[in-house]
């Protein structure tokens, strides 16, 4: 197998590692112009209806109140590129959460003491939050997230399926999720004279932020200044811009001062975003031998009345395991919800979920090892569009980490390993991430000092994109990484797209290796000293990276678990975790393990802790907090333990990576609900899997 260049594969460090545990580095909320203001978002308390009137009088006259902005006076928008961000604009209330006003003042106090000053007057009307199998409102949409047909059908899965000796028919169930980044969203907002738009932002892509800014006021791009130098987390509720930036800059523009904004994390869950809950059918019929020959996969979901968004949890079925008949459907409600978004792995997270638990439970009415019974419906060429894979590692994937788990030593029988009162049970999942990809820019330049620099409108969400892109850089050029330094989080770099879809250092390193490659076939032509200001390389990927690929390009994975169930309070610990990947060459295997252990954690969270319920009098979530909505904590997570195989794909990109943001979460949960099913004999079908449901 070929190597890549040093220090592509290197373990390098952190490079802002420093400033974050120092407390240096600063984020979003940190930015403090002179004559700065502070906002305090309101949010409707009601489920659907109007405001018919927001009372002012007594929040004005408080200390401090500079200002109120609800739909009768906040500055009109021209075409915000997302109708969540369309805040103040009338006096629709399509949800419960859904921001109505924003109170300004000189402290953070005392806009929050505004706020609990106004006094509003609503009409209600009747509103219809919950979803269910049946609801009437359910309709098969044309697409759904990332742009996947909603409906895909091979051969007849209904007679397959009806004539196939081994059969499972199971239906689960998952709650909704919320991201909750460790820093909340925030923004500071400034205008200059000139009518420049300056915002420091918390995001996951600065320039989508400064181009539906740009839209939403009516100024060119060039207008808008948005920086987001760190960000403490994402996990796809920053991929989008969010209304905090809107209200922010809106208020800014009313008052004539700076204004800052951090969203308290109780309002989170209605305004950024959320992973909706699914109601997943799955269907799967097989030959004696374990050969699959009926695969259906029927999602239902919902979104809000303000933007239609599908999560597509059927979407991996298409590419997991050959079986000559196979339909994979969505159906979709709009509620009266806090509109749903892109939660980590969107789509893949849930539905794999479901297709393998029901694998699991397949392997159990077969009697075949869930290892074996993946390894032989392992496919050739991708079983949606026929097209061959890049590269395929699922079997590697699970049988390397069979072997490290210690799995071919495992009795089948359930509920047979009792530690006292406890049950001790393992399980597996396969895990799958698409490879994604967009067209970046970037700059190279080259110092007379020898150095070099780096420019490219990355956004480290926590991952180490600084660093990565840095090692990326210096493998081109031949050089130590501590000899580039490297400028992201800022919309005055040369664009780039998101930190999103686990694409951002494909994408952004295609442009920096393309940037650089360029920059040293300048020098090696340059035969007398460099001019004193260096040599500066733009670089753009757009063409590159349009071009379809005639290959299905995945990674891919599998997930181990171990727990053990306390049989008297039906508590589930989870013992150890491995998860092995095949994400093409791994660049950084220091940051990448970071990354695949998050998401393995946030699995845990999915599988043991995290749920939100819908309360259906009010229309809201309960879970709004920490307190409440629960994410695992160090007791929680045991010791993970985190392997790959490197591949040798060259049908991806010149660093020959594939994204690792998203895999990690994808399976966990499901090898984490089939270990509780090998230590208790019982199958939960919804997630999370808490103790009340276990007893
Ligand atoms: Mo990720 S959910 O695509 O930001």
Known sequence: MSQAPPPLGTPAARREGRDKVTGTARYAAEHTPPGCLYGWPVPATIARGRVSAVHTDEALALPGVHAVLSHDNAPRLKQPDDPILAVLQDDRVPHRGWYIALVVADTLDHARAGAEALRIAYETTEHD??????????????????????????????????????????????????NHPMEPHASTAQWTQDGHLHVHDSNQGSTTVRESLAAAFGLRPQQVTVVSEHVGGGFGCKGTTRPQAVLAAMAARHTGRPVKIALPRRQLAAVVGHRPPTVQRLRLGAELDGTLTSVSHEVITQTSTVKEFVEQAAVPARIMYGSAHSRTTHRVTALDVPSPSWMRAPGEAPGMYALESAMDELAAALGIDPVELRLRNDAADEPDSGRPFSSRGLAACLEEGAARFGWYDRDPRPAVREEGPLLVGTGVASATYPVYIAGSSASAHAATDGSYRIQVNATDIGTGARTVLAQIAASVLNTPVENIRIDIGSSELPDAPLAGGSSGTASWGWSVHKASTALLRQLRECTGPLPAEGLTIFADTEQETSEKSPYARHAFGAQFAEVAVDSRTGEVRVRRMLGVFAAG????????????????????GMALTEGSTMDPVFGDFTESDLASYHVPVCADVPEIEVHWIDEDDPHLNPMGSKGIGEIGIVGAAAAVGNAVRHATGVRLRSLPLTPDTLL
């Open 585 to 604: 060459h791994i660049l950084n295997p220091r940051t990448a393990r970071s990354q695949f252990i998050g998401g393995m954690t946030m699995g845990i």
């Open 129 to 178: 939050v919950v979803l269910s199998e049946n609801h009437p409102g359910l309709y098969t949409p044309e697409t759904v997230n990332g742009e996947y047909p909603a409906v895909r059908e091979r051969g007849d899965a209904d007679r397959a399926f009806a004539m196939a000796p081994v059969q499972v028919d199971a239906t689960y169930a998952i709650g909704a999720l919320h």
